[in-house]
């Protein structure tokens, strides 16, 4: 009988009885011998090949849980060198830390905070830096932090500040507090570097992902959807007016819909070959083939 192609996944193995609190993150180390997990406490690095025990390697639980002030958001290997991890925190900074240091790291290697400015200081300024997600670079020379406005990258030889920052939504600056309100000032969005590392892609909101040229700067807004995704058709540039008189192609920032955020994006290690995902949607682009 003809049939529809179910794709099914079944477990290989089960890693059981490690973490306590949500995973955050795994990441396989460059020796594809071990990989590790994170949760808003604790990292656990793990053996392939087994699945009942772990190292515990960063380990942040205060003694007492009402002297908690930071959680861990993401957590990443070094593309190549196996020693070197990072984590983010929710206070907006960066650990690097190396296993060849001490068993447990609690004492990093690296540590990498931009300094706040007074100025713009608010009531949102420590939410909107908690950083959502971290990626080092394919050359393993930068990394980059996704926090709720911005995109950063750092050369992991200097530590007091980035070396490039991407606005990806400023224009939601002055619409926080309703963001706060409906609890989307929360989401965590990710971001991703394409095969050369020229450049970089993070979502947004109004099914909105945004890419950025580091050579010329250049940046592009692109929406995934119903509409435009049919076979062969091309994407074409969207813009948020951001107030005083709206052009006739733009969108204003009120008749955004925050429902629909991309929240997971992927570049090809390769190919000019993104995959977007719009809440139950996944979106593959590729490059405009002649």
């Known amino acids: 009988m003809p049939m529809d192609l179910m794709v099914e996944a079944s477990p290989r193995r089960i890693f059981a009885n490690a973490h306590t609190y949500h995973i955050n993150s795994i990441s396989v180390n460059s020796d594809h011998e071990t990989y590790l997990s994170a949760d808003d406490l604790r990292i656990n690095l793990w053996h392939l090949e087994i699945t009942d025990r772990s190292f515990n ?20 290997c070094h593309p190549h060198q196996c020693n070197v991890f990072v984590y983010s925190s929710s206070k907006g900074t960066i650990r690097l830390c190396d296993m060849r240091a001490a068993a447990l790291c609690d004492r990093h290697s690296k540590f990498f905070e931009e300094p706040e400015d007074p100025s713009s200081r608010s009531f949102f300024s420590e939410i909107i830096s908690s950083i959502s997600d971290v990626k080092f670079s394919h050359s393993g020379r930068y990394m980059m932090t996704r926090d709720y406005l911005s995109v950063k990258v750092w050369d992991l030889n ?15 600056r002055s619409k926080l507090c309703s963001l706060y309100e409906n609890d989307c000032i929360f989401d965590k969005f990710e971001c991703c570097w394409n095969g050369s590392d020229s450049a970089i892609m993070t979502g947004s909101y109004n099914n909105f992902f945004r890419m950025f040229d580091r050579n010329t700067r ?68 590729q490059d405009k083939i002649n």
């Open 57 to 76: 390697i960063v380990d942040i639980k205060p003694a007492n849980m009402e002297e908690l002030t930071e959680v861990i958001t993401a957590a990443e």
């Open 158 to 172: 200097m530590e007091n500040r980035p070396v490039e920052t991407y606005q990806v939504h400023e224009y939601l």
């Open 218 to 285: 250049r940046d592009i807004t692109l929406e995934a959807s119903r509409e435009s995704s049919k076979p062969r058709a091309t994407l074409k540039p969207r813009k948020v007016s951001t107030g005083g008189k709206r052009k006739k192609d733009e969108i204003s920032v009120d008749s955004l819909d925050f429902n629909k955020k991309i929240l997971h994006t992927a570049w090809h290690p390769k190919d000019n070959v993104i995959a977007v995902a719009a809440t139950n949607n996944l979106y593959i682009f």
